[in-house]
T-cell receptor
Framework: KAGVTQTPRYLIKTRGQQVTLSCSPISGHRSVSWYQQTPGQGLQFLFE???????NKGNFPGRFSGRQFSNSRSEMNVSTLELGDSALYLC?????????????FGPGTRLTVL | DQQVKQNSPSLSVQEGRISILNCDYTNSMFDYFLWYKKYPAEGPTFLIS?????DKNEDGRFTVFLNKSAKHLSLHIVPSQPGDSAVYFC????????????FGDGTTLTVKP
């Protein structure tokens, strides 16, 4: 089975711009979660989507939004970029409804805001 | 308030010896715990998990121990190999909420040949 894929892998933007990141989960997985990792920090939860519905949301401002499509692919959007948004954005997918399914991560998108 | 803490930012061990990575949590609602390994420029790779109904889980060289009363878990790697050198993250979630995991800040393990 192919793993979680994320595009693009690297992105450079300037302050005030907006950006859209894409995530394709493992085939058959219906849950997609997004995390932000900044230098020296652990992963901070952004949100989770399941069957096109947002299930959980972390403590991030409204500039961070997401959506999920019927094929389970997900996109994350950040509007009005700030320097502090520079980070590695990771998406993770998991399978069924069972709460203890393991999350599998993609390679991440490295976003640099200048 | 950091709910999952990995108090050792780094750990260095000799090849062949045991590596012990520690993790503490504060939220008593957590009942599912995972360890991930991460290399630079890659996403975290799942290593091993444990649910709160167990106190130990083994998978090859990796064993996770859970002490619920102390809200503490540890990952043992025996024997350690140079390829184990990476950042290790501890994560926790509620049983019905595995899509929202809370991560520690990571411990960088270096295994010296």
């Amino acid at each position: 089975k192919a793993g979680v894929t994320q595009t693009p892998r690297y992105l450079i933007k300037t302050r005030g711009q907006q950006v859209t990141l894409s995530c394709s989960p493992i085939s058959g997985h219906r849950s997609v979660s997004w995390y932000q990792q900044t230098p020296g920090q652990g992963l901070q939860f952004l949100f989770e989507y399941f069957s096109e519905t947002q299930r959980n949301k972390g403590n991030f401002p409204g500039r961070f939004s997401g959506r999920q499509f019927s094929n389970s692919r997900s996109e994350m959007n950040v509007s009005t970029l700030e320097l502090g948004d520079s980070a590695l954005y990771l998406c993770a997918s998991r399978g069924a409804l069972a709460g203890t399914d393991t999350q599998y991560f993609g390679p991440g998108t490295r976003l640099t805001v200048l | 308030d950091q709910q999952v803490k990995q108090n050792s930012p780094s750990l260095s061990v000799q090849e062949g010896r045991i590596s012990i990575l520690n993790c503490d949590y504060t939220n008593s609602m957590f009942d599912y715990f995972l360890w991930y390994k991460k290399y630079p420029a890659e996403g975290p790779t799942f290593l091993i998990s444990i649910s709160s109904i167990k106190d130990k889980n083994e998978d090859g060289r990796f064993t996770v121990f859970l002490n619920k009363s102390a809200k503490h878990l540890s990952l043992h790697i025996v024997p350690s190999q140079p390829g184990d050198s990476a950042v290790y993250f501890c994560a926790a979630s509620g049983r019905t909420n595995a899509g929202k995991s809370t991560f520690g800040d990571g411990t960088t393990l270096t295994v010296k040949p």
